[in-house]
């Protein structure tokens, strides 16, 4: 338990509750570990209740169309005939996930994509009176509606964003260094596109009224993606009333904002960056490591007491101090700081010994504090595909077996055909297994993998 330093999972209460949850026991037990809250799961909940703020009308036409063509192969062969004629891609329609609100991205963009063909489908379709239900009249009459197009215009654009920051956190790098400034970034990206820029510039995206209209450009002005603008352009355009289409458009960005400022305030409310522990991890990012920002690690030993049982802080200041002397400081930006660290780390003097033996220690305790479970989810599905309900009654040992070669082939980059079995590797596994544990047998599979 000592050893653990680390600890990141979702934020259900059984995980993250102030009482008797994960986090509240395992604090009792190491009280330095930093929890950290998977921020793959934070962003998606903070679109989810945004999503609230537009029409329902988006997620129900996503789940209808899709259901209409799911358990039909018959109307999916009609469907294609009205792709070609529109001369759509030949794209399936796509489900939206029950437990990955950013999956809407995907959905919007598909139905975005096949619009004409769906639209002239379902009016052929519910011409000739094949469905009696008034699902198909509903999917119909929202994809006749345009104002509700620019609000799917404006979501997909949206969680674009919210996506891209998803994705981010997913790998399997160390990037906990990173989420503060992402998470600043997010926020200013999104406020710009309601609030005068100058104002973005200058604040603090945590702290900043949001509410304030002086600080706020017109609804006019707010901006809802190239898409959702010039369709509403469009409506004003082409409507007989221009002035009915302007007060509904008007309606349509007041939603959009309502959606902006929502994601905005669940942001702010679930990244709790207040502890001084994301900003101290900042020294990872190669730019402030050239530039020996901070001077001093001393703070940072403050925090993570334990790193003083890792290596000599005087020691570590010292070796910081000069690594940012190196004449090799140009950073290359298709690098990670992953990479830029095992670079610099591994560097010798010229009588062959390490020049930051003691920062190397440090370095890779920080950066191996998780910033989401993206990683621990991904074993999961590992999981699920070794032991399938076809092997539903595998032994400990032989998922756990069957999971590291996996994994060693996945690190060796092989595939099952590059591999020979032999006969003494399999005598000495009978062997190994017999006098040994666990995991001298694994490695021993795992030097025979490397093995060209």
């Known amino acids: ?265 669940q942001i702010r409310q679930r990244f709790k960056l207040q502890d001084s522990a994301y900003t101290l991890l900042e020294f990872l990012i190669p730019q402030n490591a050239v530039n020996c920002h901070p001077p001093t690690l001393l703070q940072l030993f403050n925090k993570f007491p334990y790193l003083s049982n890792v290596a000599d802080k005087e020691v570590v200041d010292s070796e910081w101090r000069k690594q940012a002397l190196e004449e090799s400081n140009e950073i290359d930006p298709n690098e990670s700081s992953l990479q830029f660290w095992k670079r610099r780390l591994d560097a010798h003097t010229f009588d062959g010994r390490k020049k930051y033996p003691n920062l190397k220690k440090v370095v890779g305790c920080m950066m191996s504090l998780p910033s989401s479970n993206a990683a621990v989810e991904r074993l999961f599905s590992e999981l699920k595909l070794v032991k399938s309900t076809m092997r539903n009654s595998l032994k400990r040992e032989s998922l756990v077996g069957l999971i590291h070669t996996k994994e060693g082939l996945n690190v060796h980059s092989l595939s099952a055909h590059d591999l020979t079995v032999n006969r003494e590797l399999s005598i000495q596994l009978k062997n190994v297994k017999s006098n040994a544990t666990d995991t001298q047998a694994n490695e021993l599979i795992l030097q025979q993998l490397a093995k060209p």
């Not at 921020?39 to 789940?63: F, G, M, P, V």
């Not at 956190?169 to 990037?175: E, G, H, I």
């Not at 007060?247 to 994601?263: D, G, K, W």
């Open 1 to 265: 338990m000592e050893n653990i330093i680390g600890y990141s999972s979702d934020t259900t209460n059984v995980m993250f509750g102030e009482q008797h949850s994960v986090v509240s026991l395992l604090k009792q037990d190491v009280p330095h570990v930093l929890a950290v809250k998977c921020s793959c799961h934070l962003i998606h909940l903070c679109s989810s209740y945004a999503c609230q703020k537009l029409s329902t009308s988006l997620e129900d036409l996503c789940r209808n169309v899709y259901s209409h063509f799911s358990r039909s192969s018959l109307r999916q062969k009609e469907y294609q005939q009205f792709q070609e004629f529109v001369e759509a891609e030949p794209h399936k329609l796509l489900c939206l996930a029950q437990t990955r609100w950013l999956s809407l991205e995907s959905c919007a963009k598909r139905i975005l994509e096949q619009w004409n063909a769906l639209q002239l489908y379902f009016t052929s379709f519910v011409a000739e009176k094949r469905d009696p239900s008034h699902t198909t009249e509903s999917i119909l009459h929202a994809l006749r509606n345009k104002y509700l197009k620019a609000q799917l215009e404006f979501l997909s654009a949206q969680l674009h964003r919210l996506n891209d920051f998803n994705t981010m956190f997913q790998t399997s790098d160390p990037v906990l260094h990173h989420l503060h400034s992402e998470v600043n970034r997010l926020l200013k990206s999104i406020l710009s596109d309601f609030m005068k820029l100058d104002v973005v510039r200058s604040c603090d995206p945590f702290t900043v009224s949001i509410d304030d209209p002086n600080q706020m450009v017109s609804i006019d002005q707010v901006y809802l993606g190239i898409q959702a603008t010039t369709t509403l352009y469009e409506l004003i355009d082409g409507d007989r009333d221009p002035e009915a289409a302007g007060q509904r458009c008007q309606e349509v960005r007041e939603n959009c904002l309502a959606f902006m400022l929502e994601v905005v305030r």
